[in-house]
């Protein structure tokens, strides 16, 4: 039986992790605090809160994510910085697809599902036109960077998500 090789990638320091937990427990504060008004918005990026169900503690654990909408849909991108392993709520996910999503005020329930091969040629583009760093982050690593669409499963939440034109052609 063939064994794969370790991914390759950046290695997150133990420093930079204990920095990103700190800076995302408060960007998650300022979010929900101010229904989106603060984070909301990082850097002209749309931003979201995923709240996904810890696969192994059953605990809720919430990531804000850089988000793309299109298509009354979401798609979100598992990068990690161009880390060698996936994020922990792309395994999260993975182990249960239902998740819940908050943009502004809004908040409701969704279903992730893996981005097809064709799906993903199609929307890897938009992302990195939408956020360039992406593709140096697919450079970092030798594991595909995979890409999650999120289907709204309540009405509230997919009217509130808004189609930025990235790509009128799937309209």
């Known amino acids: 039986m063939a ?32 229904g989106g008004r603060i984070g909301g918005i990082l850097m002209g990026l749309p931003m979201l809160l995923l709240t996904t169900w810890g696969r192994r503690t059953r605990v809720l654990r919430t990531t804000p994510l850089l988000y793309l909408p299109i298509n009354q849909m979401l798609v979100i991108v598992a990068s990690n910085g161009g880390a060698t392993r996936h994020p922990t709520w792309w395994f999260n996910l993975r182990d249960r697809p239902e998740a819940l999503v908050q943009l502004g005020l809004v908040r409701g329930r969704v279903r992730a599902v893996p981005a097809t091969p064709a799906e993903r040629q199609h929307l890897w583009p938009l992302l990195v036109q939408l956020y360039p760093p992406y593709a140096r982050y697919q450079a970092r690593t030798t594991r595909e960077i995979p890409l999650l669409i999120l289907h709204p499963l309540d009405p509230a939440l997919r009217q509130s998500i808004h189609d930025w034109n990235f790509d009128s052609s799937t309209r």
């Open 3 to 34: 064994v794969d090789p370790e991914p390759v990638g950046r290695p997150y320091p133990r420093h930079v992790a204990r920095l990103q937990g700190v800076l995302t427990t408060l960007h998650t504060t300022a979010y929900r605090l101010t």
